[in-house]
């Protein structure tokens, strides 16, 4: 049985053939389903996708035994997927836990930045600033899928990983992986912690995005 | 297991015979209508079509539907108005110009889109207690949203404050991942329906305490206290809790527009019996106009009488 229902596929196929410009390519990493509830679902709705765009491809390594993959893109949780852009270059996407509810949205928005290159939501004075930034950041935005203002938070901060290539942002489900959200101090989402350091709740307008994104690293 | 479609970014032209700013309920129905008539219609919505619908878990006052979930009928709405060949863009509206034959929005990114009408439906949001600790605790342990933020709190004990409908619903909600709900009220009876009141009084996880207001929130880093104050005898008492959901009540969202369009002392916008506001060719729809009954079957009829009006005044 597939995830999605058709009328959702048929319009996902006609976004895809309409928007999509380069090759997008998918990696899914999953463990054992006794360890990992959510990887065979994540797995299937990522293939899934795969069949309904042409410029889409998904690939999905095991951590147990796919461990050299799993360490070159650093992923320490399951199910996790990273997103590579046409020439294969690691966007510094990730999504940690099954992109579903809302979150689903995330990803789909994520497929059509990669795959056009366009960060549209970035005026381009935003955009620059972003691009100034030549430290490492690594943004992890806390999420459910029922919360409704979440994939903004999400997208804003992948927007940024794509515009910077010093920047890594996770999408982290935060019911999936509850220690982890503990020790963050997760209550509210979306919850948004940047350099381990700085954090703040709520979706922000772009411009404000930015602004916390330049406290985090000390006011620049 | 759900997967909803958001509002993905399409490529939008730069015209259009409606615009919506706002994409709840009211706004989707005035969609639905607008295509049937013929009309271009643009929703814009800065977060997810449905608005509220969204932060509600189950909907039971809907004709047609006994009970439904906030997220599945407002992704049926959606649907229904996507299949009509509505369209949707993802932006924040942050300004509105107007003209005699047409009116302007401004996006966040700077894009200007026009329209021969508009339609506000900027909806509502959760008013504030507006007490100290409030902000300080604000997604430490306070919250304005169960269908959010409730999981963090399973098995914990947890505060509502509120007695009407969306309070109680709520507290339902909680009821069913912590171990306890305070019903926090400042009356001695409850706003909400007789139905919704039955469900409570029968709920053993939820207990009340009537006749008090919060004074006060404390903690250190997360929210430990509420400090009530009963408003019939002036004492205060400290209660130790996990998380306290405000649910007293809404304000418009109608900052954008209150230089343009006339509205009440509380922000809600005036329009006339068809929906036009003060200015001709705009509109207001749902809950962020004046109007007696807040709910979705109000929202959706005002989109509809607001499309059939503009479609005789300004189409026709
Ligand atoms: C917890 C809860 C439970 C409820 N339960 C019920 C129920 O059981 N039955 C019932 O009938 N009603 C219920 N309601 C009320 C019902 O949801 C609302 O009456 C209805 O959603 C109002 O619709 P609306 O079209 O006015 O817009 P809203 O639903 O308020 O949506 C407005 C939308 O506009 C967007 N927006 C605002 N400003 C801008 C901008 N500048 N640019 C772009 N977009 C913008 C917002 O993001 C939002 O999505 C409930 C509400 C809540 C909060």
């Known amino acids: ?220 | 297991m759900l997967f909803d479609l958001g509002s993905i970014s399409e490529r939008v032209a730069e015209r259009y015979d409606v615009i919506t700013v706002g994409g709840g309920p009211s706004a989707l129905a005035a969609a639905i209508y607008a295509r049937r008539m013929g009309l271009s219609i643009l929703v814009t919505e800065k977060a997810i079509e449905g608005g509220q619908l969204n932060l509600t878990t189950t909907i039971d006052n809907y004709p047609g539907f006994s009970n439904i979930r906030g997220e599945e009928l407002a992704a049926k709405m959606k649907d229904h108005a996507r299949q009509l060949g509505a369209e949707f863009l993802n932006g924040v509206v942050t300004k509105i110009e107007k003209h005699d034959e047409y009116h302007t929005i401004m996006l966040q990114d700077g894009k200007a889109i026009l329209a021969n009408v508009i339609l506000l439906a900027m909806g509502a949001n959760p008013k504030k207690l507006n007490v100290p600790g409030e902000k300080e605790f604000t997604a430490r342990g306070v919250s304005y949203c169960a269908t959010c933020d409730g999981y963090f709190f399973k098995d914990k004990h947890v505060m509502v404050i509120g007695g009407g409908d969306t309070a109680m619903n709520e507290a339902l909600h909680l009821s069913r991942i912590a171990k306890s709900v305070t019903v926090v009220h400042r009356r001695d009876k409850l706003r909400a329906v007789k139905a919704l009141q039955d469900k409570v009084f029968s709920n053993d996880a939820i207990s009340f305490e009537w006749n008090s207001i919060v004074d006060r929130f404390e903690g250190s880093s997360q929210l430990e206290f509420v400090v009530l104050k009963n408003v019939k005898t002036g004492e205060k008492k400290r209660v130790k809790t996990d998380g306290v959901f405000v649910a007293i009540g809404l304000s418009p969202n109608s900052d954008i527009v209150r230089n343009i369009v006339k509205t009440d002392e509380n922000g809600y916008i005036l329009t006339d019996e068809n929906m036009e506001t003060s200015v001709p060719r705009i509109y207001a729809i749902g809950d962020a106009r004046k109007k007696s009954l807040r709910q979705i079957v109000t929202a959706v009829a005002d989109g509809a009488l607001a499309i059939a009006n503009a479609f005789e005044k300004y189409f026709a």
């Open chain 1, 1 to 220: 049985m597939p995830l999605l229902g058709e009328k959702d596929a048929n319009y996902l196929r006609k976004t895809f053939s309409e928007q999509l410009l380069s090759n997008v390519k998918l990696l899914v990493f999953v463990d054992d389903p006794s360890v990992c509830e959510y990887c065979d679902p994540t797995q299937q709705i990522l293939e899934e996708l795969a069949e309904l765009g042409e410029k889409i491809e998904t690939t999905v390594y095991n951590v147990k035994t796919d461990k050299a993959t799993a360490g070159m893109y650093k992923v320490e949780m399951t199910p996790a997927i990273v997103i590579l852009n046409d020439s294969g270059k690691d966007t510094g996407i990730r999504f940690y836990g099954i992109p579903s509810g809302h979150e689903f949205s995330s990803l789909i928005q994520d497929i059509i930045m990669v795959s056009s290159g366009n960060v549209s939501f970035f005026n381009e004075d935003l955009s620059k600033k972003i691009r100034s930034i030549n430290t490492p950041v690594k943004i992890r935005v806390f999420v459910t899928p029922s919360c409704p203002y979440c994939p903004k938070a999400v997208i804003e901060a992948h927007g940024a990983a794509i515009l910077n290539e010093h920047i890594t942002a996770e999408m982290i489900e935060a019911n999936e992986f509850p220690e982890l959200s503990m020790k963050y101090g997760v209550s509210s989402v979306p919850h948004t912690v940047i350099n381990e350091r700085h954090s703040f709740v709520g979706a922000y307008p772009e411009t404000a995005f930015v602004s916390e994104l330049f406290k985090a690293l000390g006011g620049m």
